[in-house]
């Protein structure tokens, strides 16, 4: 038996086809997606936690290295400008990050209070020093900053312990300069501290290498005050055969004279020594 549709059946709208049916499923498909690539982000978010926890550090290290390394050079080259006050941003700047090799950062330290040194701020220079580890300090060279800022910073019990180190080190090295320097400063460390004998020798150690240097002035005074007059015009006359010009030369010309005025006294002629 046929049948029928009910009357009006064929005007009824077939939701299947309807624009709002369409609707749904693209939404629904919409939601799918979104779901699915957040998913995906997720999961790329974790491995990228994953990977950064294995091997950021080693990243970060390198570039830590790199700009260290980078800083350290142009301080080097500021400082060969004669610029210290920028070779002292870039030693600091340095330091800030991490260097490759441990060696380094003490040769950056140590070149931090050279530079410091040379612009006469002592303390900030002892202050650079002091976080050197002792076995950087492996050649005779590298105790001179540190043993002059500690003596001009009003430290000489530990400038003259680190002196007397610095110049153990220079005379087995063989090194002529770095002994004239450690003999001369610690000669102004005892001269200091009233150890006027101790004070000579080390002055006399450091006119005999360099005759012209400031120990032969200094070695001259102190012999005038032990009223061993002859023998302060020996090392005045010694300092002044190549003493450049300058005040300590007119200093050692000024005291010469009054030595010899004394000396050639008729009255005093024969009885001083």
């Excluded at 570039?63 to 004669?82: H, M, N, P, T, V």
């Excluded at 870039?90 to 800030?96: H, N, S």
């Amino acid at each position: 038996m046929e049948r029928k549709e009910p009357p009006g059946a064929s005007s009824l709208p077939d939701f299947a086809a309807t624009p709002c049916r369409e609707e749904s499923l693209d939404r629904r498909q919409t939601h799918i997606t979104f779901l699915l690539l957040g998913g995906l982000a997720s999961l790329a978010f974790c491995g990228f936690v994953c990977v950064f926890g294995y091997y950021g550090e080693v990243v970060t290290a390198g570039i830590d290295k790199a700009c260290a390394e980078s800083a350290f050079q142009s301080g080097k080259r500021y400082e060969a400008l004669g610029n210290l006050e920028g070779a002292v941003r870039q030693y600091r700047l340095a330091l800030v990050g991490r260097f490759g090799d441990e060696s380094h950062e003490h040769v950056c330290r140590l070149s931090l209070g050279d530079a410091l040194v040379r612009l006469n701020r002592y303390e900030d220079a002892v202050e650079a020093y002091d976080q050197v580890p002792e076995m950087a300090f492996d050649r005779s060279g590298t105790f001179t900053g540190y043993v002059t800022a500690l003596a001009r910073s009003g430290e000489p019990e530990k400038a003259e312990f680190l002196g007397e180190r610095w110049l153990g080190r220079a005379r087995a090295e063989g090194d002529k300069q770095q002994v004239v320097w450690a003999s001369s400063i610690l000669g102004q460390l005892c001269e200091g501290g009233g150890r006027l004998v101790e004070a000579a020798a080390y002055y006399n150690e450091a006119s005999t290498l360099n005759p012209s240097c400031e120990a032969g002035v200094r070695l001259a005074k102190l012999l005038r005050l032990q009223g061993r007059k002859q023998d302060a015009l020996v090392h005045l006359d010694r300092f002044l055969t190549d003493a450049p010009v300058g005040p300590l030369r007119e200093d050692a010309i000024r005291m010469r004279e009054e030595i010899a005025a004394v000396l050639n006294a008729p009255d005093n002629a024969s009885s001083q020594p």
